[in-house]
């Protein structure tokens, strides 16, 4: 199975390289062309290869005996301790390279918990104390992220005349989610035969653990030690997101279309067949994953959690290890092995069907690549409007046509959340109105299309027109 496993690994990590430098020129969101599921399939080899070294700690071209010695703890494979757990953001240098003192090997963040730093007018720094429960909202994101003020600075700036604040705000993305801990569970049922029961009751102690602590770190935050659970399915209600087992069939096959696309899908299904029947000690695992991971996704949507897409890049992803093997598994089997001549031919399908399919996700790249460009001017004709100077901070509130200018008008303006109102949902009488300057505009720059609308947005009756640009306009009634 070597030469199945390193060409398996090595055609998705390229692509997962490609998909990294699409990344970075601003291409984000749904992409189609397989290009997140070939992203999710590099990260998963990534995973299966020897652990690459992570420091900040520099090697010299002419080593002095520390660095010598550092230099032969890489060469060896010997790991590198960073000083906190967190995530590499970006490596700097490949295993053998030669940096000179003073390089970084990797750049290492920590995401959980997140560092919020804000600065508030002087006015309200007496309401400020540690402790403080603040609430956070992103952009395109209707989740609001709830965290604690940790540090306040001891002294008002002068220039601007604000008071400098931090807070930490939990990161549930960079925890494992619900759906890892049923999987959790089931790994512990898999090894439960043949153990005795002090070292079973501790594994299960630590299977019960992540839940425990999720439901501790919602009680302390919110309350509620549910409230990840309830105020999802709230969210998913309010925006009408699809959910219920008896949505799950109809669903499930689409969005793992959306995410893999047809080709993969083939040569998952066949990939998969062919390996359970020819190499099943390999093939067994996980398949018994990739069914685990589903019946988790049933049991979040029974308990009425959105069937979302990025819920299902786990079985994607084991679909997609399955195409990869759909393509190259032949490789596995003895030369003399007749079985090898009709599973190459499958693999010679395989391929010729994703080769057929790469002009059209092209295209699809490159519509996507266009929906961001009218995104970010919109977002930037947004931004030049609240820094022309047309808001004065007596006149008060701002209302905008949906809920995702809100963020963005706060931190631009320096203003609460509360004072940035929506509406769809509150028809202002005195203040300003953010309105679209364009039907485009007020299509491609909402937050949700299932955003709760009981009123229309529209410029009020009595405000005057004091500013506008390409994309939006700014009625005043002060």
Known sequence: MRNLGALVLAIPILVAVYARSLLRRGIAGRL???IAAAAIIGLVAV???PPAQSAASPVSEKPAPVAAELLDAVRTGHSLTAPFAGSVRERHATPGQYLATGAPVVTIVKVHPLRLRVSIPERESSS??????VRVTLEGDPTVHQGRVSRIS???EED???LNIEAEVANPAGLLRPEAWLLSAAYLAWLAPGRERGELLRLAALAASAPALWALSDLLVTGDPLHSLTGTRDTAETLRRRTGLGQVPGTVPRRLGEILREPVLVGAAGGGILALAWLRDRARLPAIVGVASMVAFCVLAAAGLPILG???LLPAALLAIFAGAGAFGWLALAREDPRRRAWAAFGALVLVLLAAFAPAQADRLASLRRSIGIQERIRDDLHALADSGAFRAACAPVAVPNHRPVPLLALWLDRRSSGIV???????RRGY???PATAAVERNFTLDRNDPRPLTAAVPPGFALVARNRSWRLFARC
């Open 47 to 49: 995973v299966s290869l």
């Open 154 to 156: 001891p002294a008002i």
């Open 32 to 34: 189609g062309a397989g």
């Open 433 to 435: 109105y953010v309105d």
């Open 128 to 133: 400020v104390r540690v402790g403080q429960l």
């Open 310 to 312: 990025r819920y299902l």
């Open 422 to 428: 929506s509406a769809q949902l509150r028809r202002p």
């Open 160 to 162: 601007s005349r604000t």
